[in-house]
């Protein structure tokens, strides 16, 4: 079963807007992470969060974590049509730190 | 450097039929996970090896799925009497030892039950 909602299902923008993701999740965790998946591909981890952290930047992701509301925000930045893609979060378990629980996605669609 | 490598990309059977899924993971990379991904869905849980030991199968959804990983590198998920149900994409990831460490997936292999 899948960890929490991410919304919005789907996201569509022009390139050079900014992008904002959601996700919620159902328990404590050690970490929340954030995958893209192009089309057709595998995932590729973009960014990790610790639970004691509330706020991580890399290059034009910036990644937000609230855990009392067991929640986490994506945003990217000056889109570019590479980043069209579905975005996951997922979170390990807070007494498991092995395998994954994957949020729904966002389709993110980016118009040159 | 190599990433992790999955075969067949894709594959056809007839259900009952067996299939046999290969993944090859990052050398070095102690843990291998297997997910299933069904179509506009994440990525699903279903076992998960450390070296050899398989630590986790708490995800197979049921006993005709069978993992494997003998000799701590390359892994094998079997399906038996496939089921229409079975249909998905099976992504496998490696990770490295350490603490925070991210999963490296391989594109999938998408399997389609006729």
């Known amino acids: 079963s899948q960890q929490g909602e991410e919304d919005p299902q789907a996201l569509s923008i022009q390139e050079g807007e900014n992008a904002t993701m959601n996700c919620s999740y159902k328990?404590?965790?050690?970490?929340l992470q954030w995958y893209r998946q192009n089309s057709g591909r595998g995932l590729v981890h973009l960014i990790l969060?610790?639970?004691?952290?509330r706020e991580k930047h890399s290059g034009r992701l910036r990644v937000t974590l609230d855990t009392s509301k067991k929640s986490s925000s994506l945003l990217i930045t000056a889109s570019r049509a590479a980043d069209t893609a579905s975005y996951f979060c997922?979170?390990?378990?807070?007494?498991?730190?092995?395998?994954?629980?994957f949020g729904t996605g966002t389709r993110l669609q980016v118009f040159p | 450097g190599a990433g992790v490598s999955q075969s067949p990309r894709y594959k056809v059977a007839k259900r009952g039929q067996d299939v046999a899924l290969r993944c090859d993971p990052i050398?070095?990379?102690?843990?291998l996970f297997w997910y299933q991904q069904a179509l506009g869905q994440g990525p699903e849980f279903l076992t998960y090896?450390?070296?050899?030991?398989?630590?986790?199968k708490s995800g197979l959804p049921s006993d005709r799925f069978f993992a494997e990983r003998p000799e701590g590198s390359v892994s094998t998920l079997k399906i038996q009497r496939t089921q229409q149900e079975d249909s998905a994409v099976y992504l496998c990831?490696?990770?490295?030892?350490?603490?925070?460490?991210?999963?490296?997936f391989g594109d999938g292999t998408r399997l389609s039950i006729l």
């Open positions: 050398s070095g990379h102690v843990s």
């Open positions: 090896f450390q070296n050899e030991a398989q630590l986790d």
């Open positions: 969060i610790r639970s004691n952290e």
């Open positions: 328990t404590s965790i050690n970490n």
């Open positions: 997922a979170t390990d378990g807070a007494y498991n730190t092995d395998k994954l629980i």
């Open positions: 990831a490696s990770r490295p030892w350490g603490e925070d460490q991210p999963q490296h």
